[in-house]
């Protein structure tokens, strides 16, 4: 009886080791994945693996995911307009807006509008209702860095 406890025992503490190290696998295989995509977004939005050097890998996790929630909380994304429409502007709007104007100040100034943009804001109005204007961003304090004026000589023809 003595034996088969004993046999038991070990056959259940290899078990049990067997089973730590498939968790342990399964965790770093998952970190590493999360650390990739956190890699991807980051460069996607401008910061390279250089800016990244001394942290690890579980704080360029964080550091990418608070972000990104920070970036779709509504914290910026609610200065648009959730519907299908573009917003209808005039040149005059146009000629109020500078280079060093935000997102958040350009949304702000010429109103909601749909964003068209994936991994950047690409914000899209219709000017005068003969003309496209987009701007785009890559982040909300990312300055505008063209004058009114300039904007108005980029305008678009609506076909």
């Not at 342990?24 to 956190?38: C, G, H, P, V």
């Not at 579980?58 to 910026?76: C, L, M, Q, R």
């Not at 109005?125 to 004026?149: A, F, H, M, P």
Request: proline share 1%; aromatic share 8%; no cysteine.
């Amino acid at each position: 009886m003595n034996k088969i406890l004993k046999n038991r025992y070990i056959l259940a503490t290899i078990a049990t080791s067997f089973l730590v190290v498939a968790i342990l696998s399964i965790m770093t295989i998952k970190e590493n994945r999360d650390y990739d995509i956190a890699i991807g977004y980051l460069r996607m939005i401008g910061i390279t693996e250089r800016d990244l050097k001394g942290y690890s890998k579980k704080e360029i996790i964080k550091a990418a995911n608070k972000y990104e929630e920070e970036i779709h909380s509504g914290k910026f994304t609610d200065l648009l307009a959730e519907k299908e429409s573009i917003k209808a502007i005039y040149s005059e709007d146009i000629k109020e807006l500078s280079a060093t104007m935000t997102y958040k100040e350009v949304v702000e100034k010429l109103g909601p509008t749909r964003d068209v943009g994936h991994s950047r804001y690409i914000l899209e109005y219709r000017v005068d209702d003969i003309y496209s204007l987009k701007l785009t961003y890559g982040n909300d304090q990312e300055k505008l860095g063209i004058s009114g004026e300039e904007l108005l000589e980029q305008l678009e023809l609506i076909e």
